[in-house]
C-alpha cells in the first residue's frame, strides 16, 4: 500500500479472538514448547482476511491460532 504503520504488530487473524460479540479482543500467549502461558488483551487494527494488526503484545512472542479459531467457532466471534 505504500503506508507504513510503526508500533503495531501484524499477526495471523485466528491468534486473535473475542470471548464474547463486542467485547475487547485477546490472544492465547504460548512458550516456545506450546506450554499456555495465558490470555493477554489485545487492541485490533487493520485487517487484510489473513493478517491483522495488533497492540499489547510484543515482538517475539508466540500465540495459539487454533485456540484462536476454537474460540470463534464457539462465540460467534468472526472479525
Keep these: 500500500t505504500g503506508v507504513g504503520h510503526s508500533g503495531v504488530l501484524m499477526v495471523d487473524k485466528d491468534c486473535v479472538y473475542q470471548k464474547e460479540k463486542e467485547g475487547p479482543y485477546y ?4 512458550e516456545s514448547s506450546g506450554k499456555p502461558l495465558g490470555e493477554i ?13 495488533i497492540t499489547g503484545a510484543e515482538e517475539g512472542w508466540y500465540c495459539d491460532s487454533g485456540y484462536g479459531k476454537f474460540m470463534k467457532s464457539n462465540t460467534g466471534g468472526e472479525q
Design 41 to 53: 488483551e489485545v487492541k485490533v487494527g487493520m485487517d487484510n482476511g489473513e493478517y491483522i494488526t
Design 27 to 30: 490472544l492465547r500467549r504460548m
